[in-house]
């Protein structure tokens, strides 16, 4: 079973950068559609961006033009690269992907554990 490491999260000031990363367990997974979502204390999970197939990518009007969400499909990774950091963005991001063997067709969703983010002013 296909286990989500999240890491990259941690502390930056306003204005600063982070790039999350989420890697599947094993090399012979591999990531077909792959979301990003984040949680603020007290707060409801929301979506942040999601990255499909051939390229096409969507965001949350929120951080449209600040995040960009990317893959490195040799390492079976996806990427949350976060620019221009706001107080705002602080929470706990979760990837959330749909996986399969590369032998396979066969998709099932995972979630990460989850990775804390913390933008200070």
């Known amino acids: 079973q296909v286990q989500l490491v999240e890491s990259g999260g941690g502390l930056v000031q306003a204005g600063g950068s982070l790039r999350l990363s989420c890697v599947a367990s094993?090399?012979?997974?591999?990531?077909?559609?792959a979301s990003w979502y984040r949680q603020a204390p007290g707060q409801q999970r929301e979506w942040v961006a999601t990255?499909?197939?051939?390229?096409?990518?969507n965001y949350a009007e929120s951080v449209k033009g600040r995040f960009g969400i990317s893959r490195d499909n040799a390492e079976n990774i996806v990427y949350l690269s976060m620019n221009n950091l706001k107080p705002e963005d602080t929470g706990v991001y979760y990837c959330?992907?749909?996986?399969?063997?590369?032998?396979?067709?066969?998709?099932?969703?995972?979630w990460g554990q989850g990775t804390q983010v913390t933008v200070s002013s």
């Open positions: 990255s499909l197939l051939a390229g096409a990518s």
């Open positions: 959330k992907g749909s996986i399969r063997r590369r032998s396979s067709s066969r998709l099932q969703e995972y």
């Open positions: 094993e090399s012979i997974y591999t990531f077909n559609v």
